[in-house]
């Protein structure tokens, strides 16, 4: 079985992708929610590609599952992705690149609002010549 | 050497998606997304020099490497944080992130080889002599007019 140090996991896909007998399912909606069941298995592909280093194997437990607020879009509202994920991105990233070339501040707006705001940017000059 | 997109070219015909897509494994790197009726935009990953997808990337998998960023599905766990990471929106993830790779180490992307309108290219010059030479035409016609 393995065990979670909650404060470490991210709510990201990495062990719900990489676990060979699907053992780890999420979920989302308002919120996310990744569910870790029992397994026998001898692997542990989950504890070495677990980005936040949040699991362990022991030698017992029960299922446990942990959730995630999702972060809506600053643009269409819709909830897209755990606090700890965007925390992760505003600290790596330098702050001048956390603007676009408009100064809009992107992190906290859904990757669909993004590609929908570059849509309109490289389309622009095209639009613009054929009015 | 990314791809660079000349949008008064294209003609919306997304050739580039479908040569994408056979490029790899029916997941296109590439969308081409109409524009108010009067024009369509292939979008695809700029290969940014400070690339943010890059530097999030937990497992080494995205790399800044020269004048493109690569990816090496190998060391990908699928988190997802590159998705997050990309000002553009043009990452996606299932499974496994997806994003253009300049078909490496192919001479030429399959879109840019394939797009019938030439609206595609990796050589800056291309593309951007002819906006020069647009922005030219548009000053001189100006000019008369204005005699």
């Given at each position: 079985m393995i065990s979670m140090d909650s404060s470490r996991?991210?709510?990201?896909f990495a062990c719900s992708n990489v676990c060979p007998s699907v053992k780890i399912t999420r979920e989302d909606g308002e919120q996310r929610v990744i569910r870790f069941s029992r397994c026998e298995e001898f692997c542990d592909l989950c504890v070495e590609f677990c980005p936040g280093e949040a699991l362990s194997i022991s030698p017992e437990g029960e299922d446990f599952q942990i959730s995630f607020e999702l972060i809506p879009c600053?643009?269409?509202?819709?909830?897209?992705?755990?606090r700890p994920m965007l925390r992760r991105i505003i600290e790596v990233v330098p702050e001048e690149l956390q603007?676009?070339?408009?100064?809009?501040?992107?992190?906290?707006?859904?990757p669909r609002c993004r590609r929908e705001m570059e849509r309109e940017r490289a389309a622009r000059p095209a639009v613009r010549s054929r009015m | 050497m990314p791809v660079y997109v000349d949008v008064l070219r294209?003609?919306?015909?997304?050739a580039c998606e479908v040569a994408c897509k056979r490029e790899h494994n029916g997941k296109p790197h590439i969308a081409v997304l109409p524009a108010e009726g009067r024009a369509a935009v292939p979008l695809l990953c700029?290969?940014?020099?400070?690339?943010t997808c890059a530097l999030v990337c937990?497992?080494?998998?995205l790399t800044t490497d020269g004048d493109r960023v690569s990816f090496d599905a190998a060391k990908?766990?699928?988190?997802g944080i590159c998705a997050l990471a990309c000002p553009f929106g043009v990452i996606w993830s299932d499974k496994l992130a997806h994003k253009?790779?300049?078909?490496?180490?192919?001479?030429?992307?399959s879109c840019v080889a394939t797009c019938p309108a030439q609206a595609?290219?990796?050589?800056y010059d291309v593309v951007s002599r002819r906006v020069r030479y647009k922005a030219a035409q548009a000053s001189v016609i100006e000019g008369k007019r204005s005699i």
């Open positions: 996991c991210l709510g990201c600053r643009a269409c509202h819709t909830p897209f992705a755990t603007k676009d070339s408009e100064g809009i501040s992107w992190v906290e707006i859904c | 294209c003609i919306g015909c997304k700029h290969h940014c020099k400070d690339a937990y497992s080494g998998a990908c766990t699928g988190c253009c790779d300049l078909c490496y180490p192919a001479e030429l992307p595609l290219s990796t050589d």
